[in-house]
């Protein structure tokens, strides 16, 4: 039991203060379960708990209610619609059996012109509470948001396996057909390597994406120029088969740069697999390099249509894709986190006239070039 001037919002009265508000103040008692007022009732005063809980709840819809908050012995509750002279926004009932002290609005504005003390508690309450419900709305939202990408992900990896288990059932199914001959059986086994392939690229990003923060880079001097050589070599092996040449506009630099081979090769595959998707007749993947004394800009360019505005201002967001059916939208997350661990940065951009260019920078190792 809580007596009225005790409550946290009275605690700063003066006595003279004090006995006026005692003057004004009315006790009530609500049994449990019992409601003390509802939304769209008027906002006629406010309440201090002296004895038992109450529950503050809201409509989210027309059918759901929701619980907001509990308050105890001491604490205050339905000032809101006092302050604002509108009707309430909430409803409140009493959990167990409850006794409150009642101000009337009138009686209350009427104190709090008069004690400065009464409207700074008074504030700092409504400021703590408005802490509170951010703190709570913002935890919501970040669970919301979670529950959102999990959901996504989901879908998209079950949508991704789905493709090449399916053609992996088909195509053993008719292979396995006791007349089956021999050139049959041949290409059903390349067609199904093939969608093994997928599936292992796939579980690849998935992991490379659900590595999340922790950074797994293992950064080694590396003379860039010859660590290029090697990729382009590999990009070729991948893009003539789709008629695509890769060209280098320049020799790279030789220059030495921290990094992890392994992984920053995925990058330049990422990126050389997305000009691909955009150049689905061939075309070229020019690649660009301008070294200075911070680092080696790399640029990636294509002879395709170009980024899709729709696209542009989240390219390198996490699931989002555009204009492919088989997109997951990680490719170009994974790059960005993968760049970023080198202590680089990478961003796009369209050529007038060309196609989509992407380019990062790699800061230098020191002492800088190999000599
Ligand atoms: P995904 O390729 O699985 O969709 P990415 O993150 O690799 O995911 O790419 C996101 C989107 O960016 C692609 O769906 C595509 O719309 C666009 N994009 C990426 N690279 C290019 C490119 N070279 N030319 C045109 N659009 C591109």
Redesign the pocket.
């Known amino acids: 039991m809580v007596a009225l001037e005790s409550a946290e919002l009275f605690r700063n009265l003066r006595p003279d203060e004090v006995r006026a508000l005692r003057q004004v103040a009315l006790e009530r008692e609500y049994a449990a379960g019992q409601e003390i007022f509802r939304e769209g009732d008027r906002g006629d005063g406010v309440y201090v708990v002296k004895s038992g809980t109450v529950e503050i709840s809201g409509l989210l819809n027309q059918t759901t209610r929701r619980n907001f908050s509990q308050i105890k012995p001491g604490g205050m509750f339905g000032e809101m619609a006092v302050i604002e002279h509108r009707p309430r926004s909430a409803s409140a009932t009493a959990i167990s059996d409850t006794i409150v002290y009642f101000i009337p609005r009138g009686e209350m504005l009427h104190l709090i012109e008069r004690s400065p003390g009464l409207a700074l508690s008074l504030l700092q309450q409504i400021s703590q509470r408005l802490r509170d419900f951010n703190q709570l709305f913002l935890s919501e939202v970040v669970q919301a948001e979670r529950l959102a990408v999990i959901g996504r992900f989901a879908r998209s990896i079950v949508h991704d396996l789905k493709n090449p288990l399916n053609i992996i059932g088909i195509t053993a199914e008719v292979a396995s057909m006791p007349n089956a001959p021999a050139e049959m059986r041949a290409q059903a086994s390349s067609r199904i390597r093939k969608q093994v392939e997928r599936i292992n690229e796939l579980v690849g990003e998935i992991l490379l994406f659900t590595q999340g923060d922790q950074s797994t880079a293992v950064l080694v001097p590396v003379n860039f120029a010859e660590f290029i050589t090697q990729v382009v070599e590999e990009m070729r092996h991948e893009t003539e088969l789709k008629s695509v040449k890769v060209e280098l506009a320049a020799p790279p630099p030789a220059v030495k740069i921290l990094l992890d081979p392994k992984r920053l090769r995925r990058v330049f595959f990422?990126?050389s697999?997305?000009?691909t998707?955009?150049?689905p007749e061939g075309g070229k993947i020019i690649l660009r390099f301008d070294a200075d004394d911070a680092g080696v800009i790399t640029e990636?360019e294509?002879t395709?249509?170009?980024?899709?505005p729709?696209?542009l201002d989240?390219?390198?967001?996490?699931?989002?894709?555009?204009?492919?059916s088989?997109?997951?939208?990680?490719?170009?997350?994974?790059?960005k986190k993968i760049v970023e661990d080198h202590g680089g940065r990478i961003w796009?951009r369209?050529e007038p006239g060309r196609?989509?260019v992407?380019a990062f920078v790699l800061p230098l190792a020191k002492p800088g070039k190999i000599s």
Do not use: P, Y
């Open positions: 990422n990126l697999h997305n000009a998707d955009a150049m990636v294509d395709g249509s170009g980024i899709a729709e696209i989240r390219l390198f967001e996490a699931f989002a894709t555009h204009g492919k088989h997109g997951t939208g990680l490719g170009l997350s994974i790059c796009a369209n196609g989509a992407f």
